[in-house]
């Protein structure tokens, strides 16, 4: 199947979602101010850091990293960092920026301007993510087990939800934290109607589904804001979820 995520455009999207300054995403004083640094936001919202800190060898994967923000915001808290994300194009970028540190890119303003800009790392961290392409259904089944896993915008992009969903309690140790934020935005274009995890009560679903192997700590809304040019936006509100992974099971 096509992946609809191979494009200039999304990249372009995408690069401008994570990376940009503010009043770049956000160019007008009044709009929603709250949707700003989702990528930034889902990590230091919802990381318990204090679990971490007798951890010397601590490990993340960030699954659906897109092109990469939340998973250089994770070397924070993680020695090492995995991304990995369906799209070789976002992959490419991550890769680039873990690399040089920036990267140029061109942003819609309108019809068929642009302005170009430069997404740019900044991080105390020695350490640097290393990117990979994969499937989320289908991860592969040698990366081991991580103190974070963190999926952010992705459960209701993938073809069958469940099929990462039943990979999980195998990628989060015991005591370890799963990271989810999901707007539960289905559409059959992305995942086949009786794919769903539920429909308007996917939250308890979502729970149905993760509570034999993880106890839930902590909820909160995330809106976030993605642009399409000076004058169009999407604007969204993702369910922030923090999970402890268990042994009753």
């Known amino acids: 199947m096509e992946n609809s995520y191979e494009s200039n455009k999304l990249l372009s999207e995408y690069l401008l979602f994570h990376y940009g300054d503010d009043d770049e995403v956000m160019p007008w004083s009044d709009g929603p101010q709250n949707g700003l640094r989702f990528p930034v936001r889902t990590v230091q919202e919802l990381v318990d850091s204090n679990s971490l800190k007798s951890s010397n060898n601590s490990r993340a994967l960030d699954v659906g990293c897109s092109v990469g923000r939340s998973a250089f915001e994770l070397t924070a808290y993680c020695k090492e960092v995995q991304g990995c994300d369906l799209s070789q194009s976002f992959i490419d970028a991550a890769k680039s920026l873990a690399e040089r540190s920036e990267l140029p890119y061109k942003y819609l303003e309108e019809g068929d301007s642009y302005k170009s800009t430069k997404a740019k790392v900044t991080s105390s961290s020695i350490t640097s993510p290393t990117f990979f392409v994969a499937d989320a259904c289908s991860l592969p089944s040698n990366l081991g087990d991580f103190d974070i896993v963190h999926a952010a915008n992705l459960i209701c992009r993938l073809p ?50 993760l509570s ?29 979820t923090r999970w402890r992974r268990t042994d009753d099971f």
Not at 212 to 236: A, D, M, T
């Open 212 to 240: 034999p192997f993880f106890k839930l700590e902590q909820k909160v809304e995330l809106p976030f804001v993605i642009r399409e040019h000076r004058r169009k936006f999407q604007y969204s509100v993702s369910l922030g």
């Open 160 to 209: 069958d939800p469940s099929l990462f969903l039943n990979q999980l309690p195998n990628l989060v140790k015991s005591g370890g934290q799963l990271i989810l934020a999901t707007p539960f935005t289905w559409l059959e274009e992305y995942t086949p109607r009786d794919k769903w995890i539920g429909s308007g009560d996917s939250e308890s679903k979502l729970a149905q589904c």
